[in-house]
């Protein structure tokens, strides 16, 4: 065969597909065209090494997804072209959406730091390779007229890179340089603007003299500092307690964090550069940074980045999100000055426009925290049906998903649900991603809470496309993000709303999407004392798990007046204002509040995450495990056991970071013989893990190791994370099922 159509179907836009298709046909000596359609690449060729040729283009470029290669002959009296031509970009299938932003190559930055290139010391450059790809577009196709790059004509230097076939930045949507492209600017937090020849290097001057800056990156702003002005910042912010995120270089990890592994440094340096929890070499140093034994760290991912790093003295950069804990990130530098002029003494800051916000991506242990920069979009191949489906997500950590044409495909990080901002936020990114993928919802899925915000947003959206509504468990949407096969489901997280119209947040679901998941053990059923007061104030949860006197004698002893004592007493014994949870997130904190180390949470996951930092340095002692039963056959486990036993070892005198680890050891050991009684119950031989609980390296571990010592396989979701940020394509995954069975 020496001619044919090549049809190349994935997420073949925005990574260069056209100018690596041109390259390879140089090299076997092709002759024909290529033109991207959506999704697709459609690739006339001629030649007589056309099956080499067919055989390079269908491993695709190094950021391409390749989802199918079709060949067929063409069609008769086909002109023959003298040459091999890119064409114009038409729209067409849109199955394979849009990369995620991709972290500045090593050839761009061996430019941006090469005096001799015309792109040294230009913040802004990139390639086909590396750079903005979601953050940007605003249209599919990919092309420069349908980003944020259309405002940037480029000069003839980057018309002629543009152009030139076996240059690397041939048909790169994002080129630009000095000349052309988008301009830094450097003003005061009041919005004076600062006259200087070097923006970069008077910036990091300010940085290293204590100054806190504002700083607009790929999909939003940070603000940062360096580490002796971070315990201004956090007071500023009003996050005391909160850890803040670093920015370093790589040859300065050794000296705040425990060595990476192989892998963890693969992708600290690779196309993503998450943020990757890691240890710090010493627990108690760099208490400014975080109270906790660990660090979140991230290494340059911009030229501008790398830039500032060149001028700047400090071997760190504090870099957290300008916005509030949970809200969108801020994009545009007025809201900046509006919002956040108070508390920077600067802001940095670029002109080219952010279309997509999007958050850092988080990593712990290789496993996802929050799905976002790098990771997000996140696409998986998916047989669903032929229903299009829209699933809005939960309410914290939220974000969403779709589903259309045998693909999945879940927005990066939203935020919590809970204020009007992100709930514009998450209509938006719907919004965003109906159009780039010409979704119409036929199928909208949903939490099963009434209340959620997320949920109102549903039904709003289920009548404007006509679509049928499908609401789903929370904690059943955590596991079917992880399989859809009949597996043991551990669902362990801080709330969400179950059956009975109670909190759950400790369970074992058995079966799968299609068949339905039975409740076959959960933790012990406590109550809140003073509802979401119990989550702020875990001392109110200690006495909800263990109302009794030496209780109210430990708060006594703390400060508690015989008035609030009294009145949290009757609180509980008359169930007023006490709803009912199984949360292991509550268990926790009530562990926390009873060690003293946390008793107050300013922040979410404070107390668990408190108690975690106390239980590395301990060592778990033996405890009894008690498990009943309940009224409907469901295995329980005691949490109040634990505790009481957790109480006694206070009074036996044992160190705070032993009873920390042995209350961690105990709750796992128990989740895990809860799940190991299932399996014994329906013959189902795999467990499945998920719920923001799972992050605790020592309590995931402990649930694992201790099913596989029965000889039961656990799996994880590898590509979500185990908090909420899967609870989307749990939702949408199920209500796909539901509606291949005709059971929707």
């Known amino acids: 065969m020496r001619s044919g159509k090549i049809i190349i179907r994935g997420i073949v836009q925005g990574v260069g597909f056209r100018p690596f298709v041109y390259a390879c046909a140089e090299k076997y000596n092709i002759r024909g065209t290529v033109i991207n359609h959506g999704s697709e690449v459609e690739i006339s060729a001629f030649g007589e090494k056309f099956e080499e040729f067919r055989e390079t283009v269908s491993k695709g470029p190094k950021m ?28 067409g299938a849109r199955s394979g959406f849009i990369p995620s932003d991709i972290a500045t190559c090593d050839k761009c930055l061996e430019d941006v730091t090469n005096p001799k290139s015309r792109y040294y010391g230009y913040w802004a450059t990139s390639c086909t390779d590396c750079g903005p790809r979601y953050s940007i577009i605003k249209a599919v196709p990919y092309d420069r007229e349908r980003t944020a790059m259309e405002e940037f004509p480029p000069c003839s230097d980057c018309t002629k890179d543009y152009e030139s076939p076996l240059n690397r930045r041939h048909h790169a949507q994002t080129i630009a340089c000095k000349s052309c492209g988008p301009k830094l600017s450097l003003f005061k937090g009041d919005g004076t603007k600062i006259e200087t020849d070097d923006i970069i290097k008077k910036a990091a001057e300010l940085l290293d003299a204590g100054n806190i800056m504002a700083v607009r990156g790929v999909g939003g702003f940070h603000i940062c500092c360096v580490e002796n002005t971070a315990a201004r910042l956090k007071k500023l ?108 003494d600067y802001v940095l800051t670029h002109n080219r426009e952010i279309v997509n916000r999007c958050d850092d991506s988080v990593v712990r ?57 992100t709930v514009a936020y998450l209509e938006e990114t719907i919004e965003k991603l109906t159009n780039l993928t010409g979704l119409v919802p036929e199928i909208i899925a949903h939490d099963l809470h009434p209340q959620f915000l997320s949920t109102r947003a549903a039904h709003e959206l289920a009548e404007k496309y006509d679509a049928v509504l499908c609401p789903v468990q929370h904690h059943r949407a955590h596991i079917a993000s992880v399989t859809t096969e009949n597996v043991v489901g551990i669902a362990i997280d801080g709330v969400g709303y179950g059956d009975d119209a109670t909190i759950w947040g400790g369970e074992i679901l058995s079966g799968s999407p299609e068949l339905g998941y039975e409740r076959t053990g959960h933790l012990e059923p406590v109550v809140m004392p003073g509802g979401d007061l119990a989550t702020k104030f875990p001392e109110r949860m200690l006495y909800g798990i263990l109302p009794n006197e030496d209780t109210l004698v430990l708060l006594q002893s703390r400060g508690w007046d015989d008035v609030s004592l009294r009145v949290l007493s009757q609180t509980v014994s008359k169930k007023f204002n006490c709803p009912v949870t ?86 796992a050991k128990g989740i895990a013989e809860l799940a190991v009684l299932s399996v014994q119950r329906t013959g189902f031989q795999k467990t499945a893990l998920s719920g923001g609980v799972a992050i605790n390296r020592s309590i995931r571990e402990t649930i694992i190791e201790t099913l596989r010592a029965n000889d039961i396989e656990c799996v994880t979701n590898p590509r979500y994370p185990f908090g909420d940020g899967c609870i989307s394509a749990g939702q949408v995954i199920t209500a796909g099922i539901l509606s291949k069975s005709e059971r929707l």
């Open 582 to 667: 199984t949360s292991t997130g509550r268990v926790l904190d009530a562990a926390a509040a009873l060690l003293g180390i946390c008793r107050e949470r300013t922040y979410d996951g404070e107390p668990s995450m408190t108690l975690e930092a106390f239980a590395e340095r301990g060592v778990a002692q033996p405890a009894e495990i008690v498990i009943t039963k309940s009224s409907d056959g469901a295995d329980v486990l005691s949490t109040s056991s634990i505790l009481k036993e957790a109480a006694e070892m206070m009074n036996d005198g044992l160190n705070t970071c032993d009873i920390a680890a042995s209350v961690q050891s105990a709750l």
């Open 365 to 421: 242990d290789g496993y996802l925290i929050r799905l976002s920069r790098g990771f997000a979009p996140l696409r998986t191949k998916f047989d669903l049906g032929a229903k299009q489906i829209l699933g809005v997500g939960p309410e914290l950590n939220a974000n969403s998903s779709i589903y259309k044409d045998g693909f999945l495909i879940t927005s990066p990080h939203i935020g919590n649900i809970r204020n009007p901002q």
């Open 237 to 344: 912010l009003g996050r005391l307690n909160q850890s803040l995120a670093v920015m370093m270089k790589e040859e300065s990890l050794e000296d705040f964090v425990v060595t990476p592994s192989a892998s963890e440094l693969a992708l600290l340096k690779g196309p993503v550069h998450p943020i990757m929890i890691l240890d710090k070499l010493d627990a108690e140093a760099h208490f400014e940074l975080s109270q906790l034994h660990n660090l979140g760290v991230m290494l340059p991912y911009t030229a501008l980045h790398y830039l500032l790093f060149q001028k700047l003295k400090s071997p760190l950069l504090v870099m957290t999100s300008a916005n509030a804990p949970g809200t969108p990130m801020i994009t545009e530098t007025k809201v900046i000055f509006e919002k956040m002029g108070n508390t920077v």
């Open 64 to 91: 391409s997804v390749i989802d199918s290669v079709e060949v067929e002959p063409l069609h008769s009296g086909a002109h023959e072209p003298k040459d091999f031509s890119i064409l114009q970009s038409k729209d």
